[in-house]
Every structure is written in structure tokens, then in C-alpha cells.
């Protein structure tokens, strides 16, 4: 190659170009051991200075250790062959000593076959792009320097985080094509539906942020949305709903910002996303502290759920409550599961047992009560012959574990008559009865176990599950014994359904009576069985003994 700039030339382009690059041009003179780089990369890698003596040893300061021996040999080959390009790749430590991939490229001037001077480009090869082609938008790195801008607890302006709705099945079900035109349309009405002062940035693969820094109040915020949303349903429209999607919006208000930390506010407003995601399809959700915090107990107490349960279930406690015959007899007792930690204190089962369910632990969980509830009812029948203990079994457990095997097999271990076994089947999980689930329901009825419908009254479709299952007790809520108490025909209601019982040969429990007039109310409806507080609390197996073993003896 013919010398065409002197080195010195090299360097002072390499210095004008700069403010106007986002690589670094660097310039390399062999003879003289001499190295410069633009300036700017002084900001990003542990370089010591933008010119350098003693090539060498100086690069060794910042080029990753692990690395250094791989670009030496290069270096090496370079002096000792007669090659006219450099193309390596490896990594430089950034001003704080993280490794960062760069490409370094040069071209070798040789002058008679020695090597002169070396003149090429370093890019950064882990950076993402700033811009996204497909959906024509900046990108989410371009974003980091946005958020500077944000002044926390300003009392306008907004983040509004939309994500296409399910991107991910779309792209499954109907091809990476359909879900690239979603994106497309996405971004364009999302742009067209902007007002001044708002910016849109695709974030990844199927969400976007537009940015409000200035008056966006709430309300602007909410209208925004659905503009968006009204917009994509006429381009739906127009193009005859060849391509067919939602989206959902997560709002963060400057007002609740309270650092405007990039990884705070990604995460913040990614959290807004999800609460509207929970709440269904195409609608949005504002951020709320409240509910973060909500999330992040939730989260943390999952791990403490989890430790305990492979901790064997220290921290679980199994309650009984009793359950009497309307005249005095104590007939048996529901058991009723309570977690405590030293981090969390007693943690109500409306919190944990969903915890429970949700993650799947309810099935170890869900396991480890039920022998505690036989072993209570072993021990007490030596006391009231034919005592009855019931546990709660979770719809999950029905259908995801092998509850119905394990409870017929510690039936066994325990050598109890299984018509002392009830099993509780909270109503609300059968909204969605299922084959798997009936055929379960039925291999339990067909030993003798005793099915119970818990929560009676306070789902849907009570009649059809009555008749489908068949079960041999329905429990009344609290909720249904509540209203009864305060109403006439709430009370009306409640008796022709103790009828519909008696009807169906099914016996009756009502649950929650706490007090003698609740109780005397309810005795006119002739239960088979109470519940509350007026009879028992809940307590440990031991206080439960102390407390009922004498009754009825
Ligand atoms: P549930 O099965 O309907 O249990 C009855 C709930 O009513 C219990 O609440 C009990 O303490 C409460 N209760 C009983 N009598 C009275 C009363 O007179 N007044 C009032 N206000 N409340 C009364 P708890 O123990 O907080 O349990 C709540 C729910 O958590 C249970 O409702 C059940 O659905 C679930 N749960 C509890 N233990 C288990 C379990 O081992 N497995 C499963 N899957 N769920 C459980
Ligand atoms: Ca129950
Ligand atoms: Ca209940």
C-alpha cells in the first residue's frame, strides 16, 4: 500500500473525526513504539492516556489479562510476516475492570516489506445496536442517557411501557413473519398516536416505552393508551384483520419515581406492564409502590415456603378446629395449615396458601398435612370411636400430584375406616372440572373417603357441581352465614338449600358461627355439622387433645 498521510496527519484526523464517531480510531507507529486513540475511549476503557510510549507494556494495563497472550502473538506475526491486516477479537477492561468485547481492526503500512505504522477501528462488539430496523424505533440503550433527564417526584409526566400481548405464541402459532408485521404495526400506531414532547424507543423483542417528560398527567397517560389501542384495532381493520393482536400498557409516573436509576426505572415500569398483563389482555395498570412492595413479600416469602418445605417443614404448623353436631357432640375436626418464620412472624394462610399454589409447593405441602390430620384422627378415635378429620385439598393437587394414591395409601399405614377421612375441595378451583380431575374425585369416593364441597355459596355454578360430584357434605362459608344473620331472604335462601341437601342425602356444615345468636339462628336449619369460633378456634394438636379429649367420654 502507498504512503499517502504522515503519521502525524493520521493522528490529528483520528482527533477531529472523534466527537463525530461512536468507535474509537486508533493509530499504532512501530518504529517509534508510539500508539494514539481517540479521546472518548479514555471515558469508556482503562486506557491511560489518549497517546502512549512503550506500546507494550501499556497496552497490558488494559487489555483483559486473559487476552493479553492472544493479541501479543499478533502483534508478534505482524513484525515477523509479511501480513497487511489486523482483525482480532477480545476483550479491554472498562474504567471500572469489567471485561468488554471489542473488535479491533487495522491496516499495516509497510515500507520496504517492514512494518511501519498501523491505522484502524476498535467497535464495541457486545453493544446493542442504538437503532431497531424492523420496527424503524431507537433502542432501549439509547434510553440509559434519556432517564437522566427524569426529575424524581416531578408531578408530571410519564413512562407508559406497552407490550404486544402473547408475541411469543403469535410468532409459534402463525410464523416469525406474522409476529415481525405485529411489531411493525405496533410501532408505527404507537408513533402515530404520539402527542409533542413524547418519544417511543423499542425496547425488545415485543415492548416498547414511550417517554413523557413534561406535562403527561395521568389522565394523559391513560388517554394515550387507549388512543394506541383504538388505533391498532383500525389498522387491524383496514388491512382485514390479516394480522390480529393486543396490547397491554404499564403506566409510571414521574410523581412515583423516586430514583431515576435506569435499572429502578426499567424495573418499575416492566412491573406496571405485568400488573396489567394479570388483569387480562389489551387494558393497562399504573405502578404502585404498594404493590411492588406486595410482589417483592411475595417473592421473598416463596423462598422461605420453599426452605421450610425442604427444611422438613419447620416453620408449618397443622391447626385443628373443631366440628360439632348442633347438640353438644364434638364429631370431628378440620385441620388447617399455619406457617410462622422469624422473618415474617405467623403469616396468614389467605397470603401463603396461594403462594403455595401457585408455585406448586402446595403438593409436599399438601402431603405433610394430611399425615398430620390422620395422625390426630388415629389418636383421637381411641377416645371418640368414629372421630373425623378433615384436610383441605387444593384443585392443583388433584390435578398435578398423586394426592388420591397417597391418601388411600396412608389411609392404610394409619389403619383408618376411610368414611373418617374428609377431604375438602375449595369450589372456586372448579370452575375449570376437567376428565382427570372427575376420575380422581371418583377413585376416592368409590374407598369410602368422604368428599367435601368447602366454600359452598360462594362460587358460580354450585347446582351443576352438586349433581356432577355428587359430594357426601357441603360446607357453607362464613361469607353465606354473614348475610343470613343481617338478611331475610339471604336466610331464606340458605334454608332451601339445607332442603336441596337433605334431598340429595348430603349432610350440611355450616362454618364460621362465632356467636350464641349466630348459633341459634342457624340450629333452626337443622345442620348436620357447626363450625366457628363459638366452638373452637383453631389450635395445636396438643392444646386441641387438652381441650376436647374429655368431651363426650
Ligand atoms: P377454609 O377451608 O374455609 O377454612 C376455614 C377458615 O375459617 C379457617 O381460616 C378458619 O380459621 C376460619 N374460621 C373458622 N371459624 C371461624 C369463625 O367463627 N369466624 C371467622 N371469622 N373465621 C373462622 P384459615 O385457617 O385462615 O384458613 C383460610 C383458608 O386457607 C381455608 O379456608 C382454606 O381454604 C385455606 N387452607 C388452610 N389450610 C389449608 C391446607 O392445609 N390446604 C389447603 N389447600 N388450603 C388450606
Ligand atoms: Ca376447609
Ligand atoms: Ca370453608
Known amino acids: 500500500m502507498e504512503k499517502e498521510l504522515t503519521f502525524e496527519q493520521i493522528c490529528k484526523t483520528i482527533d477531529l473525526t472523534a466527537p463525530t464517531m461512536d468507535n474509537y480510531m486508533y493509530a499504532y507507529h512501530f518504529e517509534q513504539d508510539y500508539y494514539h486513540i481517540s479521546v472518548p475511549a479514555l471515558d469508556r476503557f482503562r ?25 501479543q502473538k499478533e ?40 512494518p511501519l505504522y498501523m491505522m484502524g477501528c476498535v467497535n464495541e462488539i457486545g453493544e446493542r445496536p442504538k437503532a431497531d430496523n424492523l420496527s424503524g424505533l431507537l433502542r432501549l440503550n439509547s434510553l440509559s442517557e434519556i432517564f437522566k433527564r427524569i426529575i424524581p417526584g416531578k408531578e408530571t409526566g410519564f413512562l407508559l411501557r406497552l407490550g404486544i400481548d402473547d408475541l411469543r405464541g403469535i410468532n409459534a402459532r402463525l410464523g416469525i ?33 414511550v417517554t413523557d ?71 393497562y395498570a399504573r405502578y404502585s409502590t404498594e404493590a411492588y412492595m406486595l410482589s417483592l413479600r411475595k417473592r421473598d416469602l416463596l423462598v422461605s415456603l420453599r426452605q421450610a418445605v425442604y427444611n422438613n417443614f419447620e416453620g408449618f404448623q397443622a391447626y385443628f378446629q373443631p366440628l360439632f353436631q348442633p347438640n353438644g357432640s364434638l364429631i370431628g375436626a378440620e385441620s388447617l395449615m399455619r406457617f410462622s418464620s422469624e422473618e415474617y412472624g405467623a403469616v396468614s394462610p389467605a397470603e401463603f396458601i396461594p403462594i403455595l399454589e401457585e408455585s406448586g409447593l402446595i403438593i409436599p405441602a399438601g402431603k405433610w398435612i394430611m399425615r398430620q390430620a390422620m395422625a390426630l384422627c388415629k389418636k383421637f378415635q381411641s377416645v371418640i370411636p368414629g372421630f373425623k378429620v378433615s384436610f383441605n385439598v387444593s384443585y392443583i393437587q388433584f390435578l398435578n400430584g ?42 376416592l369416593k368409590e374407598n369410602g373417603v368422604q368428599m367435601a364441597l368447602d366454600d359452598f355459596g360462594t362460587g358460580y355454578s354450585n347446582f351443576h357441581y352438586l349433581n356432577e360430584l355428587h359430594p357426601h357434605i357441603i360446607k357453607i362459608d362464613r361469607s353465606f352465614t354473614v348475610s343470613a344473620m343481617q338478611n331475610h331472604e339471604e336466610y331464606a335462601l340458605l334454608g332451601i338449600l339445607r332442603q336441596l341437601a337433605a334431598t340429595l342425602h348430603l349432610s350440611f356444615c355450616i362454618e364460621g358461627i362465632e356467636t350464641p345468636e349466630e348459633f341459634f339462628q342457624m ?4 345442620p348436620d355439622y357447626c363450625q366457628g369460633y363459638y366452638f373452637g378456634k383453631p389450635c395445636p394438636s396438643i392444646a386441641f387433645i387438652e381441650q376436647f379429649a374429655n368431651v363426650n367420654v
Open 177 to 209: 413473519e406474522y409476529g415481525d408485521l405485529a411489531v411493525q404495526q405496533t410501532a408505527e400506531c404507537i408513533q402515530d398516536s404520539l402527542e409533542p414532547g413524547q418519544e417511543v424507543y423499542r425496547i425488545q423483542g415485543d415492548e416498547f416505552l
Open 523 to 526: 340450629s333452626q336449619l337443622h
Open 75 to 114: 502483534l508478534d506475526e505482524i513484525q515477523t510476516s509479511d501480513c497487511c491486516e489486523h482483525n482480532l477479537q477480545y476483550r479491554w477492561m472498562s474504567k471500572d475492570g469489567a471485561p468488554i468485547w471489542i473488535s479491533c481492526r487495522g491496516t499495516v503500512i509497510r515500507q520496504n516489506g517492514k
Open 402 to 443: 398423586n394426592i388420591c394414591e397417597e391418601i388411600l395409601k396412608t389411609i392404610k399405614e394409619f389403619d383408618l375406616t376411610p368414611e373418617t377421612v374428609v377431604v375438602e375441595l375449595t369450589e372456586s378451583g372448579l370452575l375449570e372440572s376437567n376428565h382427570h380431575f372427575s376420575k380422581k374425585w371418583k377413585l
Open 47 to 71: 486506557i491511560p492516556s489518549a497517546s502512549f510510549h512503550n506500546v507494550v507494556e501499556t497496552l497490558r494495563t488494559f487489555v483483559y489479562p486473559n487476552d493479553f497472550e492472544r493479541l
Open 213 to 283: 417528560y413534561s406535562k403527561g398527567t395521568y389522565t394523559d397517560a391513560v388517554n394515550l393508551f387507549r388512543r394506541i389501542r383504538r388505533r391498532i384495532d383500525a389498522c387491524m381493520q383496514q388491512n382485514h384483520y390479516e394480522v390480529l393482536f393486543t396490547v397491554s400498557g404499564g403506566i409510571l409516573m414521574c410523581e412515583d419515581i423516586e430514583d431515576n436509576s435506569y435499572s429502578t426505572i426499567m424495573k418499575w415500569s416492566e412491573f406496571s406492564l405485568a400488573q396489567a398483563k394479570n388483569k387480562g389482555v389489551s387494558t
